[in-house]
């Protein structure tokens, strides 16, 4: 049976794809567009609709796995540790790495917040 993180993980993963996946088709529907003008607006709308219905809400849903998958690994990281790391400390680390990214981490020695 898949663990939360790993059901977590396939969510953010599959919108991954299709976020980015509609996003790279839509130089090809220009593309083949420009070589057809009388299909512009076909291609146009098309593009619109793959962008408002599908590509942006999985922009949106793949921030928001990103964050319970931050969530849900992060308690299970801290939850065992009783007392290593307070509370609050955990709560600021992790937000400190929602806001800032991956590429913040590990936090300079001394830093805080």
Do not use: C
Not at 9 to 32: D, Q, S, V
Request: net charge positive; proline share 4%.
């Amino acid at each position: 049976m898949f663990s939360l993180f790993t059901t977590i993980k396939f969510i953010h993963i599959l919108l991954a794809i299709i976020a980015f996946g509609f996003n790279a088709t839509y130089a090809i529907w220009i593309t083949r567009a420009q070589r057809h003008p009388e299909h512009l607006d076909f291609a146009l709308r098309g593009v619109k609709i793959l962008d408002d219905y599908f590509a942006n809400p999985a922009y949106l849903l793949l921030l928001a796995s990103g964050l319970t998958g931050l969530a849900e690994s992060s308690a299970r990281w801290w939850l065992p540790r009783k007392g290593t790391v307070s509370r609050d400390e955990a709560v600021s680390l992790m937000s400190s790495l929602a806001w800032r990214g991956i590429s913040g981490f590990p936090r300079i020695e001394g830093e805080h917040h």
